[in-house]
């Protein structure tokens, strides 16, 4: 669903979501719990009909997904019910429908299950949704840092049950005993409860931190570089596409483009801002990755908004600006400059002649209601001015 509407849900139901970890975690306290006892289970009870709901209508409406749709309406169903999102929704109300028919459940613990909801937040949530792609991705050397962590743990557990474990039988006797050690101690916590007494036993132990430290640092610069990766590869994807749009570069290889992007360089802008003015040299043409730009020209006003592009004809030559280049709302712009293009075909001397030509074409090309003039107008934009 989107649109205003199907934002003022998720919005309900983020909202919902937060209102019912926090009813959880005050009735755990008993005065509050039976003050509010009957309000807390109408709370419940309309939590419960808004997830259900929610959970019924995704499901009744999977079909419409074309992965579900071959499969057929009930075993479709019953394969869009098993993936993940949708094991959580209905676990977050699979306690409330269990319930009544298993009384001798712990309370406490079906009240524990319905944290389980707090998971839901993970479909509304880009960056959740982002960090669980990334632990898939990198879900290799994650199980690798894992296995160097239970290799440290199992060897420092033997090592202190060697050097201590005559010493200090009740804690390091035994090398499942000791291994509570070497846990608290390769992640840093230390709780205190079980410590070396001897020399040899402490030079064990400091050796055990360096490497917890070492080991606790891995999987976070996994799961960071796998983010930044994630971020790289998309605005890749962006700027690939925007760069792939413009006539002139429609000849140009792979490898030139990408050269090309290493020359982007990114600016943002408030709304308001005056990037060029009339007298100013135009050497630069500019992308529009967000907001929306407007080109003041005399008589008319062109606009351009997110994957737009303009001035590719200040690559050619530089001229003086006529029009006024305004942006309209806050924008983030890329800007390749003439001076850096330059020294790309410098660079690779081959790409002049298929340039110039691309360039040839384009100026046929562009004959039509426009002027020569205007449309240099139109397209070209100075680089901003100094502040």
């Known amino acids: ?77 019953l394969y869009f019910a098993s993936r993940p999102l ?3 929704d209905f676990l977050a109300i699979a306690p409330a429908l269990l319930a009544p028919f298993v009384p001798f459940i712990d309370l406490r613990v079906l009240r524990l299950m319905r ?48 050097v201590e474990g005559a010493l200090q039988p009740k804690i390091f006797g035994t090398i499942p005993s000791a291994m509570w050690w070497a846990v608290s101690t390769l992640t840093t916590v230390g709780y205190g409860d079980a410590v070396p007494h001897t020399s040899l036993g402490r030079l064990v132990a400091g050796i055990t931190m360096i490497v917890g430290l070492g080991l606790a640092a891995l999987p976070v610069g996994i799961v960071a570089t796998g983010f930044a990766n994630s971020i790289h590869r998309r605005d890749f994807v962006v700027t690939f596409g925007m760069l792939a749009r413009v006539p002139l570069f429609k ?16 600016q943002a802008v408030s709304a308001g801002d005056i990037i060029s003015g009339p007298g100013e040299h135009a050497a630069a043409m500019y992308f529009v990755v967000a907001g929306e730009i407007e080109v003041q020209l005399p008589g008319r006003k062109l606009r351009f908004s997110s994957g737009d592009f303009f001035g590719e ?47 040839a074409e384009q100026s046929r090309d562009s004959v039509g209601p426009l002027s020569s003039e205007d449309l240099r107008e139109a397209l070209e934009v100075a680089d901003p001015p100094p502040r």
């Open 313 to 359: 004809l200040a690559l050619l030559h530089e001229s003086m600006r006529e029009a006024t280049i305004i942006a309209v709302t806050s924008s983030r712009l890329l800007a390749l400059s003439a001076h850096d293009f330059e020294g790309l075909l410098r660079k690779r001397p081959g790409l002049k002649e298929q340039f110039a030509a691309l360039a």
């Open 115 to 162: 944290l389980l909801r707090l998971l839901k937040i993970a479909r509304y949530s880009p960056a959740l949704s982002a960090l669980a792609s990334v632990l898939v991705e990198e879900r290799r050397a994650l199980y690798g840092s894992l296995i160097l962590f239970l290799c440290a743990m199992v060897l420092a557990a033997a090592t202190m049950h060697a």
């Open 86 to 88: 949708m094991v959580i």
């Open 251 to 266: 000849g140009f290889d792979a490898q030139t483009v990408g050269e090309m992007m290493d020359m982007l360089r990114a």
């Open 1 to 77: 669903m989107g649109g205003p509407l199907g934002s003022a849900v998720q919005a309900t139901l983020i909202a919902l979501i937060a209102l019912n970890v926090i009813a959880y975690t005050l009735q755990s306290m008993p005065q509050f719990d039976f003050e509010y006892d009957l309000s807390l289970r109408i709370f419940e009870f309309i939590s419960i009909a808004a997830f259900a709901l929610e959970y019924f209508l995704r499901l009744w409406t999977a079909p419409e997904d074309p992965s579900v749709r071959e499969r057929g309406p009930f075993v479709g169903r």
